[in-house]
């Protein structure tokens, strides 16, 4: 087996739903897909990472500074850049699309918490659906034609992430938790403190997890008769899915998924739905 280059080891590492999506995605276009997937880790990880602000806005100004280059050809040195330069160029992708993308993540620099569920869709929309627009520009496939399928798809996928983040987000201190929710289960995300003495979350899933399920399976029906040629791109609403029935298992508590993950389940769920040409 060949070696990995750096983006699928990042992607496989830090986005393994992304990185098992991909491996089903022809041979032409799986490496302009590790790197699409691993410039949005570097856009998503951003905040985690630095102490201040400030220096995430900095690093924010990095990539928009390389999107002329990594659009004629000319990127900076940089591990994910120069791949990632490549695949834009293959794909036709323009930089007002990889501006975008790098202007939604400027909201976690904030620190601010959405203050309900619709900001929270509307920032899914913005990042999940619009990198899964953008894997589909590298398959060769029209976004537009999939519209109402990536912003179900995305939205779904974000939230169902989301819920199974909050212990992580609790041991971190950064909690991107709609604000009224928060209020609803008692919490104060920017008291972080608070969180990881495993509080009733569920105040929170619920709502997530209702609005979750609502995402994905109209995502389901908008996809039925989807090409196999965009069926990477959307590959993980079906790990998504799996993940949310689980979570409804064990009421929606985040902690109890997580101790008890679907394992093998992944695998075979991502080999079946290729197999059978449907998300």
């Not at 080891?9 to 098992?20: I, Y």
């Not at 985690?48 to 990127?75: C, H, K, Y």
């Not at 990536?150 to 212990?167: E, F, K, N, Q, S």
């Amino acid at each position: 087996m060949a070696a990995l280059s750096y983006c699928a080891r990042q992607v496989r590492d830090f986005d393994n739903d992304r990185f098992l999506a991909t491996l089903f995605a022809g041979d032409t276009v799986r490496e302009d897909l590790f790197a699409l997937y691993a410039f949005n880790l570097e856009l998503a990880k951003i905040r985690e990472t630095v102490s201040e602000p400030m220096i995430g806005r900095m690093r924010l100004q990095f990539w928009r500074d390389a999107v002329p280059g990594l659009v004629s050809g000319g990127p900076p040195s940089h591990a994910v850049a120069e791949p990632l330069s490549a695949a834009v160029r293959r794909a036709g992708i323009s930089a007002d699309q990889l501006h975008a993308l790098i202007d939604a993540r400027e909201t976690d620099m904030d620190d601010v918490p959405p203050r309900d569920l619709s900001a929270l869709e509307a920032y899914a929309e913005k990042t999940s659906s619009s990198v899964m627009a953008l894997a589909l520009r590298v398959l060769e496939e029209d976004p537009d034609r999939h519209a109402d399928l990536l912003r179900a798809a995305g939205v779904g996928t974000a939230l169902v992430g989301l819920v199974r983040a909050i212990p992580y987000q609790a041991s971190t201190g950064r909690i991107t938790l709609p604000a009224d929710l928060c209020a609803k289960a008692g919490l104060d995300p920017s008291q972080p403190h608070q969180w990881p003495t495993n509080p009733d979350v569920s105040p929170i899933t619920g709502p997530l997890l209702d609005a979750a399920e609502g995402h994905v399976r109209a995502a389901e029906e908008a996809g039925k008769g989807i090409g196999r040629g965009a069926l990477p791109a959307f590959l993980p609403l079906s790990l998504a899915s799996l993940y949310l029935k689980d979570l409804k298992k064990h009421d929606g508590d985040p902690a109890r998924h997580a101790a008890r993950p679907p394992g093998v389940k992944r695998q075979l769920t991502v080999f079946w739905r290729s197999m059978l040409g449907r998300i």
